[in-house]
Nanobody
């Protein structure tokens, strides 16, 4: 599966952004989809994940209640709605996918796309 994230940009603290990730291939619905992020000088970290049918979703504690992950299998697309953004949310955001993924982690997300930059100004 090939992944392409989009939707990043510059926003003021408290604002919102919506990221999208388009996936190629006919087996999109088989994959657990997720979002990860990496800030300068920091390790890549798990943000959110959603099960193959959208029935289960998982979030990092740092974004719980502010971010929402969703997917549309008919469009081969996964989304990340980000509200109440904080300067510490500034990072490169990556879309990822895997067949067997440990719940609430990026362990098992074997496919990555190019990132999209999110910058939150204070």
């Amino acid at each position: 599966v090939q992944l392409q994230a989009s939707g990043g940009g510059l926003v003021q603290a408290g604002g919102s952004l919506s990221l999208s990730c388009a996936a190629s291939g006919r087996t999109f619905s088989r994959y657990v989809m997720g979002w990860l992020r990496q800030a300068p000088g920091k390790e890549r970290e798990f943000v959110a994940a959603i099960s193959w049918n959208g029935g289960s979703s998982y979030y990092a504690d740092s974004v719980k209640g502010r971010f929402t992950i969703s997917r549309d299998n008919a469009k081969n697309t996964v989304y990340l709605q980000m509200n109440s953004l904080k300067p510490e949310d500034t990072a490169e955001y990556y879309c990822a996918a895997g067949i067997t993924v440990v719940a609430g982690t990026s362990n098992g997300m074997d496919y990555w796309g190019k990132g999209t930059q999110v910058t939150v100004s204070s």
